[in-house]
């Protein structure tokens, strides 16, 4: 069974950030096999990694849309993000220094944080959106990159 499952709960209405989205719990679901197949180490890793990659850019492009459509919480929810992601970098390191290993407790640690962000803080997003913000020109390429093109299917 899949760690996290896409579900209502995680729809913020805004289409762009909701496909972008799915694509995450996929990359999550995918370490989450990894580790359970008990593939090589490196399979865990590079998945990780892959997930680790993909947030980032849709981290960025969450707060670019946030901030050129004028969203008051823009900077307190680039805060978050990046609360997130220098967990994820020092935990990182614990991993390549061989500290520490991908462990269920971690694969829940990150199925919480995204369940609860998403949940939270982007649907709070969703909903101002909805009345405020309109999609910007650059999203249609970006959207294809991030969703059609699977550039992160391609970096192996
Ligand atoms: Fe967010």
Same mark, same amino acid.
């Given at each position: 069974?899949?760690?996290?499952?896409?579900?209502?709960?995680?729809?913020?209405?805004?289409?762009?950030?909701?496909?972008? /989205?799915?694509?995450?719990? !996929?990359? &999550?679901?995918?370490?989450?096999? #990894?580790? @359970?197949? +008990?593939? *090589?180490?490196?399979?865990?890793?590079?998945?990780?990694?892959?997930?680790?990659?993909?947030?980032?850019?849709?981290?960025?492009?969450?707060?670019?849309?946030?901030?050129?459509?004028?969203?008051?919480?823009?900077?307190? /929810?680039?805060?978050?993000? !990046?609360? &997130?992601?220098?967990?994820?970098? #020092?935990? @990182?390191? +614990?991993? *390549?220094?061989?500290?520490?290993?991908?462990?269920?407790?971690?694969?829940?640690?990150?199925?919480?944080?995204?369940?609860?962000?998403?949940?939270?803080?982007?649907?709070?997003?969703?909903?101002?959106?909805?009345?405020?913000?309109?999609?910007?020109?650059?999203?249609?390429?970006?959207?294809?990159?991030?969703?059609?093109? +699977?550039?992160?299917?391609?970096?192996?």
């Amino acid at each position: 069974m899949a760690l996290l499952e896409w579900n209502a709960d995680l729809h913020t209405g805004v289409q762009d950030i909701d496909d972008q /989205h799915a694509v995450l719990v !996929e990359l &999550l679901n995918a370490v989450h096999e #990894a580790v @359970r197949e +008990r593939r *090589d180490a490196l399979a865990g890793l590079r998945a990780l990694d892959e997930l680790i990659a993909y947030t980032r850019s849709h981290f960025a492009i969450e707060e670019r849309l946030m901030g050129e459509v004028g969203y008051p919480e823009h900077a307190e /929810h680039r805060i978050y993000h !990046e609360a &997130l992601l220098d967990q994820i970098g #020092a935990l @990182r390191q +614990r991993l *390549d220094t061989g500290e520490a290993t991908i462990s269920a407790e971690l694969l829940d640690f990150l199925r919480v944080w995204l369940t609860r962000h998403i949940g939270e803080s982007d649907r709070r997003f969703g909903d101002w959106y909805a009345t405020h913000g309109s999609r910007p020109a650059w999203m249609h390429e970006v959207q294809h990159a991030m969703v059609a093109r +699977r550039w992160w299917q391609f970096s192996k």
